[in-house]
């Protein structure tokens, strides 16, 4: 079965800087689209950015100028790199895939455990 594990949250300063990454483990026949969706305390889940197999992305308007997402399709892993980090960037970050495990098998929605972020002085 195929997993996705998410690395590199951290405790950051307001301004700094932080990449993360997800790796998927286990072999899947595609990956189509990889995204990063976010959550903070009382809030709804919501899209941080995404990129197709072919690196076309699409990015929320609070992160765009800021947050740059990429993908090593070769790794199958998708990349965030988060720049000029503001408190209310403060979350837990979820990875996101669009995967077909088998030649037989449709695309469904894998998710990652999450990593947390926490922007503050």
């Known amino acids: 079965q195929v997993q996705l594990v998410e690395s590199g949250g951290d405790l950051v300063q307001p301004g700094g800087s932080l990449n993360l990454s997800c790796a998927t483990s286990?072999?899947?026949?595609?990956?189509?689209?990889m995204g990063w969706y976010r959550q903070a305390p009382g809030k709804q889940r919501e899209l941080v950015a995404s990129i197709t197999k072919g690196g076309t992305t699409n990015y929320a308007d609070s992160v765009k100028g800021r947050f740059i997402i990429s993908r090593d399709n070769g790794k199958n892993t998708v990349y965030l790199q988060m720049n000029s980090l503001k408190p209310e960037d403060t979350a837990v970050y979820y990875c996101?895939?669009?995967?077909?495990?088998?030649?037989?098998?449709?695309?469904?929605?894998?998710w990652g455990q999450g990593t947390q972020l926490t922007v503050s002085s």
């Open positions: 996101h895939a669009l995967i077909r495990p088998s030649y037989f098998a449709i695309y469904s929605a894998h």
């Open positions: 286990g072999s899947a026949f595609d990956i189509s689209t």
